[in-house]
């Protein structure tokens, strides 16, 4: 394993906001030094126990209470003040924990490699809390790869390693710059593409009844605000809506993504388990 062994021995006082390794590990808050470091910051207990369970953990920094109520997980953790927990945590009432972990980022090629039946693409979103959650939600339906194409959010923000509540340790993360481009590979790795827009021209009922979902399929989801670029809704296979059976105008992005995935997921099960 990757985990780191810093700690301190008895007797030393916890480091604080101003300890030079506090103070490098707060950069981290900022997309650049992400970017440049190949790290990021998760906090809470749940993120730590994902964190090592995917190898993924590079330090721990944890308060006297954490480590009173964590011993599992703190065995090696740096012990810090509570005002430095605070300076490296992002929520209002911070949880004691918070770890540097290694991005685990893939190349779009080698997660189709892989073979992925059920792919989720971001593209253009740009709210950490909607990202994290569509992000939660694929992996909960059993999503091997989820791609942030385009403009979208940073997977590694702050807000969206806590919306995905450990999830972002799970799937091939994939972050795209082109979304086009991004489209085109996925139909050429074996994946149909379907849009999910509320002015599809195909109801996801019909589609799913149909047996359209049964083949390994590649979801893509827009902005809450704008949707889906012109160009991608063009380039998809298929331009799908969900059907609003009451009297609601629409549903929020992540309650969309989250039937569009699972109604897939269920197909997908079907057609395995229908197989010789």
Same mark, same amino acid.
């Given at each position: 394993?990757?985990?780191? @062994?810093? +700690? /301190? ?17 707060? &950069? ?17 207990? @749940?993120?730590?126990?994902?964190? #090592? ?13 954490? /480590?009173?109520? +964590? ?23 911070? /949880? ?5 972990? +290694? @991005? !685990? ?9 892989? /073979? ?8 253009? #979103?740009?709210?950490?809390? !909607?990202?994290?959650? #569509?992000? &939660?939600?694929?992996? %909960?339906?059993?999503? @091997? ?16 390693? &806590? ?6 340790? +799970? ?5 795209? %710059? ?21 002015? $599809? ?8 009844? !149909? ?15 704008? $949707? ?23 549903? !929020?992005?992540?309650?969309? %993504? ?19």
């Amino acid at each position: 394993m990757r985990l780191a @062994q810093h +700690h /301190q021995r008895p007797g030393v006082a916890p480091f604080t906001e101003r300890t030079p390794r506090v103070i490098a590990a707060r &950069r981290l808050q900022r997309r650049r030094e992400r970017d440049e470091t190949g790290l990021f910051l998760a906090e809470g207990p @749940q993120a730590v126990r994902e964190a #090592i369970a995917a190898d993924a953990m590079k330090e721990l920094f944890a308060t006297a209470e954490a /480590q009173d109520r +964590h011993p599992d997980l703190t065995e090696t953790a740096t012990l810090v003040t509570d005002s430095a927990i605070a300076a490296l945590a992002e929520t209002v009432a911070p /949880q004691g924990l918070v770890a540097v972990c +290694h @991005q !685990n980022g893939v190349r779009l090629h080698d997660a189709l490699a892989k /073979q992925p039946r059920l792919v989720a693409v971001l593209a253009e #979103i740009r709210d950490p809390g !909607n990202a994290g959650t #569509i992000l &939660r939600t694929a992996d %909960a339906a059993g999503a @091997q790869t989820v791609v942030f194409a385009g403009d979208a959010v940073d997977p590694y923000n702050g807000k969206c390693v &806590r919306a995905s509540a450990g999830s972002v340790f +799970h799937t091939d993360l994939v972050r795209a %710059a082109d979304a086009a481009a991004t489209v085109e590979e996925l139909k050429s790795g074996g994946l149909t593409v379907l849009a999910a827009t509320g002015y $599809g021209d195909t109801d996801l009922d019909d589609l799913a009844d !149909n047996g359209g979902l049964g083949e390994p399929t590649a979801w893509l989801f827009g902005s809450e605000a704008h $949707g889906l670029p012109d160009a991608l809704l063009a380039a998809a296979d298929r331009r799908v809506r969900v059907p609003l059976h009451g009297r609601a105008e629409s549903l !929020n992005l992540a309650a969309a %993504a989250a039937v569009c995935l699972y109604a897939s997921a269920r197909a997908l099960r079907r057609a395995a388990s229908a197989r010789p």
